[in-house]
């Protein structure tokens, strides 16, 4: 064996600095292999630990079902009772749902509607007592009436809205003043006479133009294709399709100096001229659509806040409020006043349910007729009511 190695070792074949420089070279990779695994056992056992950590937390802090232990609070939070988190009585649905009759809603709306209350009167005022004892009589826990100061609109009863068709100096024909009485249980002193609500007052006089629904594209159709100056002209539309409120803003923005709206047959009246209020629910011709022409919610003065005493109010010229005069007439009054335009025929889609041709104006038959509105309606500042009610939680009565 001493010879073999001797012969090796002095082989001129055998390389001794390639044998010290592999050396070093086997060691290293012993050494990365065992850090490796050593690496691994440790992440293993560190694994293995928070496993078992994980299942004791999970294993002591599940809920217990023996007898002995109370039960959770709700939702398992803590303070909170279960009876919150519970299902609702499926009874109490039921009992609402018995409680709303046809019989009763007409009951109430009979009540509510047996006397005029325009917000800001006494009449007003009187409506809030009574739906308040009420709502305290059917066992409410609270019930609190809450004032608010608002500018309001009321027409002048000693100055009443009316409109006149003039030929020169004489009256070809005025719009009625107040509605016909078509029920006798109806006839009431205090009946709010027509009128349209932050309407501008003044008395703007000139010739008509029929503008259809009062929209921007009815305008926008005159204008473009008719070449209409609506400039000192009053316009009169038929109520529909769009809010009362635009029809005042567009005209407005065209020029006109007043609006007269009314409600056609075509619109309010769909089955026939006779089959009307009282013998059905269509409007009479004497019937006049009354409504607000303000186009924000709520107080004018306080657009988008409560009118109380300590908020900030805007000044009238402030607001959007109509600057021009509206007033509302029925379409018997109506078709008085169209029946003697002149101009090119009404497109098909604009003619109505009246007894006539409905011509786009501007003007009258006769050169010398004049059409003339006289609005007296004014804004005032008016406490109005709101009536509100308490029903409070059996678990959590001072959350709303």
């Not at 850090?35 to 002591?60: D, K, P």
């Not at 008395?203 to 594209?217: A, F, K, Q, T």
């Not at 294709?225 to 567009?250: C, E, L, M, P």
């Not at 038959?365 to 059409?371: C, G, H, N, R």
Request: charged share 20%; glycine share 8%.
């Amino acid at each position: 064996m001493s010879d073999v190695f001797a012969n090796v070792e002095d082989s001129p074949y055998h390389d001794q600095s390639s044998m010290s420089a592999q050396q070093p070279m086997v060691d290293t990779k012993m050494t990365q292999k065992q850090s490796n695994i050593r690496l691994i056992v440790i992440l293993a056992l560190v694994g293995l630990i928070l496993l078992t950590v994980g299942i004791l937390i999970g294993y002591f802090s599940a809920p217990s079902n023996s007898k002995t232990q109370p039960p959770p609070n709700g939702a398992y939070l803590p303070g909170v009772s279960q009876q919150i988190t519970q299902d609702g009585d499926i009874t109490i649905r039921q009992k609402l749902h018995d409680e709303i009759k046809a019989e009763n809603i007409e009951k109430y709306h009979k009540n509510l509607t047996k006397h005029p209350h325009l917000a800001g009167t006494a009449a007003d005022l009187g409506q809030a007592q009574m739906i308040a004892k009420h709502w305290t009589d059917l066992g409410f826990d609270e019930v609190k009436i809450v004032p608010y100061d608002v500018l309001l609109s009321y027409p002048n009863e000693s100055q009443p809205n009316q409109i006149t068709l003039f030929d020169g100096n004489t009256v070809v024909y005025q719009s009625q003043l107040i509605e016909k009485i078509v029920r006798p249980d109806q006839n009431q002193s205090d009946v709010v006479p027509p009128f349209n609500a932050y309407s501008k007052n003044g008395e703007p006089e000139g010739d008509l133009i029929y503008v259809n629904y009062g929209r921007i594209e009815d305008f926008t159709w005159l204008k473009e294709n008719k070449s209409i100056n609506f400039t000192d002209k009053i316009v009169i539309a038929r109520y529909g399709r769009i809010f009362r409120g635009d029809k005042v803003t567009f005209a407005q923005r065209f020029g006109a100096k007043g609006v007269i709206l009314y409600s056609d047959p075509a619109d309010y009246a769909i089955d026939s001229a006779n089959s009307v209020y009282p013998n059905s629910w269509w409007l009479p011709g004497t019937g006049v659509q009354r409504g607000t022409t303000m186009l924000e919610d709520g107080d004018p003065l306080t657009p988008g806040y409560p009118a109380i005493n300590s908020s900030f109010r805007l000044s009238e010229e402030e607001t959007e409020l109509p600057k021009i005069p509206v007033h509302p007439i029925g379409y018997t009054d109506a078709e008085s006043f169209l029946k003697h335009m002149k101009g090119e025929d009404a497109p098909a889609a604009w003619q109505g349910k009246l007894n006539i041709s409905y011509k786009i104006g501007p003007g009258f038959e006769k050169d010398t007729m004049k059409i003339k509105m006289k609005i007296s309606t004014r804004n005032q500042m008016r406490t109005t009511y709101n009536v509100i009610g308490f029903i409070k939680g059996q678990l959590e009565p001072g959350t709303f």
